[in-house]
């Protein structure tokens, strides 16, 4: 692997610093992860962190356009939310840092909540559940998934919130509180990547960020999903061409010493036309026309997740049971050394391809820093190697049981 | 925090042109020409390869289509699993893409890798076996895909724009399920045999290649045999302006499709057009997305998009709005036009959009496989070699006055093609 030099630094106030120079590119990559997802969200006012995100471009205190100086500065910039956090990234030409410092400085902390700009985003934020969750086919699979996987961590909800109502009717008071709450510079992790000079490029950032207050409030403990003990199943049915079967299994979050064994187990499986998913699902027994294995990869624990939509006269249910035996079969007779190996050596490829990119280098170091140590990047590539079919095998047996899945049963009605 | 915190941005500075690259002509032994971009930033190399097709085949995407996933699926020596193992063990890519001109094919490897790579990618050019299994599954594949791709309204409305756009044109395609439904494996060898196995494709290699050049010359002799070059498709134009509409009930959302012509006939004309367009529609902070989404809200967004191919060229507007609102978003899109039409972009709007496309056209070439992507666009399309730095040069000389022309030239509404789904 190719080594990740950066260097790090914590301001006074919390906000957790890197910086990785990059001399070869005329651009750098602003990227500020903070520590607020959809799991912090309370369940009356879900997809509030996506809504909040959205409304981080309109404007804060001092700059009451956050797009504009940022386009004049050659830059583009863009966002996403997830369950566990939000993250917003600019790139632009390196030698107009301090605009992108200067804009993100100012919505840290003052960010703007006029009554016409929330109205508007609420409409936006609307239009995008529609687009992508209520307009699309399959699109609430999602939402019944998670609400059948967990009966108490937030994570039993999506980003984009649980129904349009809560998005129309969130008061603009709560917005801004919940704002209040998670965003401040302790909350955050900056990151620069790119044609810098780590030492003027930190006294620019001490400059901007340096005397925002840290914030106060104490992050609340989330709530702990309680074991499954006892196999879950859902159907439901739906104008769709074809059967859907989507199955979870409590796992693990991102920095237990079981993740990377059940994540490297489900690229043997899925992440390759070479896997079992695709040799043995689709192509031999003929069950499924497209889909596979992959892990959630949350902070918190997550789950091991399997998705695909069915061959024409394919039993849903048949199909669910065939896939839990199947994950045994495989985990415990027929995976090899080589197939880790194949997989490893494809995380490691793929990995060379995003960090050709500065944009991705960026988010991908403040993702592990916010894990607990960015130094992991330089490091994970040689433990993912040393992996055994063993580890895998305990692994499964530990996670992937019946009595910890939930089955959704998603059933076309012209094929019913 | 500087105290008082200045409300307008810090210095800038785009005086900094970014290194153009440019592809460097080599010659085979056979003589075929084969074009490179060395670069040494990324430990990487991608080689591709461009088949374009004939007026026969633009019009086929469901044999195409098929043969590009079943090649490496099966060779003569092969399962499909062994050759997709075989890739994973060099830790290699391959992208298939067809596209209505052409077909492309890219091997993607850390560069250490590419010696090991190359036979495999040569393997699935040459000696894919197209087994009769592999195309039942992959046509049961293809069927399951349109199935569900058919209940999105953005794909009816691309279906009813394209169909209306290439109507008595090679570039036409017949995309009704009942001609996918009646493909058979010799169709696709067929396409095999003229589109790949008798053509000579046009190769690009970038990156890290030099311990590798003889065998990548050896590779790029085996793909390439003697062929005659593929026929220029004849000249298309876009259709009369017309609206369409492709009825889903149930849906809570239209797909609105608006396309309107641009043909150039010269490169100062597409340069001065693909700013206006930007300004118009192409970025977050243009007019149609400041009035349709963050004025209105009646959209997620909204694009306009220069749509550029060797023998066709438009321009199209995407959006998916609520559906009650695809009257008052046509009338703002045109009072969009009209308004760009009449009057004069502001000097501040100018500087705006000038500075963020020179932004994004640096931020385009960064690393190697950016920079390969965006050259082989370029050649693909028949762009002079000094493209990239005549567009940066006329993003710092084109006038407001300039695009109000633009805009008069291709934006005016009475020719505007509109094709909604929902």
Request: glycine residues 6%.
């Amino acid at each position: 692997m190719i080594p990740f030099p950066f260097e790090r630094y914590t301001l006074g106030n919390g906000l957790k610093v890197l910086i990785q120079p990059d001399r070869q590119t005329p651009m750098v990559a602003v990227n500020l992860l903070y520590d607020v997802g959809a799991r912090d969200e309370n369940p009356q006012w879900t997809g509030l962190a996506h809504l909040l995100e959205h409304l981080m471009f309109e404007g804060s205190r001092h700059i009451p356009n956050y797009d504009q100086p940022l386009q004049l500065a050659g830059g583009i910039n863009n966002a996403f939310t997830n369950n566990d956090l939000t993250n917003y990234y600019c790139v632009l030409p390196a030698a107009n840092l301090s605009t992108a410092l200067w804009l993100e400085s100012d919505r840290m902390c003052n960010l703007s909540l006029s009554e016409h700009k929330v109205e508007v985003q609420r409409k936006v934020v609307v239009e995008e559940f529609r687009q992508r969750y209520l307009n699309q086919p399959y699109g609430d699979l999602l939402t019944l998934s998670r609400e059948l996987s967990y009966t108490t961590h937030p994570y039993r909800w999506p980003t984009i919130g649980k129904n349009i109502e809560q998005i129309e009717q969130v008061p603009r008071q709560t917005i801004h509180e919940f704002y209040k709450e998670h965003y401040g510079p302790n909350r955050c992790t900056l990151v620069l990547s790119g044609n810098v000079n780590p030492d003027s490029a930190l006294k620019e950032i001490e400059y901007w960020f340096g005397d925002l207050p840290a914030q106060a409030q104490k992050k609340s403990p989330l709530p702990v999903e309680p074991p499954q003990t006892q196999a879950r199943i859902k159907q439901v049915k739906r104008a769709v061409p074809e059967h859907a079967l989507w199955m979870g299994w409590h796992m693990p979050g991102r920095n237990h010493a079981d993740f990377k064994a059940l994540d490297l187990f489900s690229d043997a499986l899925s992440g390759s036309a070479a896997g079992y998913t695709m040799d043995e699902l689709i192509r031999k027994r003929g069950l499924l026309n497209q889909g596979g294995f992959y892990v959630s990869g949350s902070a918190d624990p997550g789950q091991f997740l399997f998705s695909a939509t069915l061959r024409e006269g394919k039993n849903p249910e048949q199909v669910a049971a065939e896939i839990q035996s199947f994950l045994f079969e495989i985990a415990e007779h027929r995976l090899t050394q080589d197939d880790l190996t194949r997989a490893t050596e494809k995380m490691a490829t793929s990995n060379a391809f995003s960090d050709a990119s500065v944009q991705n280098r960026a988010l991908r170091l403040a993702t592990a820093e916010w894990l607990g140590d960015a130094q992991t990047l330089n490091t994970e590539w040689e433990e993912y190697a040393q992996i055994t079919v063993d580890d895998v095998r305990n692994a499964a047996h530990r996670y992937l049981n019946p009595e910890n899945s939930s089955t959704l049963l998603y059933l076309s009605e012209s094929n019913a | 925090m500087p105290n008082p915190f200045p409300s307008s941005s810090p210095a800038i500075d785009l005086s900094q042109a970014p290194d153009f690259p440019v592809f460097q002509t080599l010659l085979l032994p056979n003589g075929k020409p084969w074009h490179v971009l060395l670069h040494s930033q990324n430990p990487l190399a991608k080689i591709s390869l461009r088949y374009d097709l004939d007026a026969h085949w633009t019009g086929q995407p469901f044999p195409l289509n098929t043969l590009v996933q079943l090649l490496g699926e099966g060779t003569k020596t092969k399962t499909a699993q062994e050759w997709n193992a075989d890739l994973d063990r060099c830790g290699a890519f391959v992208q298939k893409s067809a596209n209505r001109e052409s077909l492309t094919f890219s091997l993607i490897c850390r560069s250490q890798n590419l010696e090991k790579a190359l036979p495999l990618f040569r393997e699935m050019l040459l000696e894919s076996i197209l087994s009769p299994e592999e195309f039942s599954m992959q046509k049961e594949l293809q069927i399951s895909d349109f199935m569900q791709e058919s209940e999105q309204v953005s794909e009816q409305a691309r279906r009813l724009s394209s169909g209306y756009l290439f109507q008595n044109h090679p570039l036409f395609q017949d995309e009704r399920l009942e001609i996918l439904e009646d493909l058979s494996l010799e169709d696709v060898h067929e396409a095999y045999k003229h589109c790949i196995l008798s053509q000579s494709p046009t190769a690009y290699a970038s990156g890290i290649l030099l311990e590798s050049q003889a065998i990548l010359e050896d590779f790029l002799a085996a793909v390439s045999p003697s062929a005659p070059s593929t026929s220029a498709l004849p000249h298309w134009q876009i259709p009369e302006k017309k609206e369409l509409h492709h009825s889903m009930p149930g849906k809570s959302q239209q797909a609105l499709r608006v396309v309107g012509p641009a043909p150039f006939s010269s490169l100062q004309e597409e340069l001065d057009f693909r700013f206006m367009l930007v300004l118009w529609g192409g970025y977050f902070g243009s007019r149609l997305m400041k009035n349709i989404r963050e004025e209105k809200g009646f959209t997620y967004g909204i694009s306009a998009s220069p749509m550029r191919l060797t023998s066709a060229s438009y321009w199209m507007v995407n959006t998916q709005i609520n559906g009650d609102k695809k009257n008052e978003t046509l009338h703002e899109m045109r009072f969009e036009a009209e308004r760009l039409i009449i009057q004069a972009a502001s000097k501040q709007e100018m500087e705006t959009v000038r500075n963020y496309l020179a932004g994004s056209l640096a931020r385009s070439l960064d690393g190697v496989l950016n920079r390969h992507d965006r050259l082989m666009t370029l050649h693909g399309l028949g762009m002079p070699a000094d493209y990239l730095t005549l567009y940066h040069q006329h993003l710092f000389s084109v006038n407001a006055d300039q695009v109000r022309r633009s805009a008069e030239r291709y934006l005016n509404p009475e020719t505007w093609i509109c094709a909604s789904a929902g």
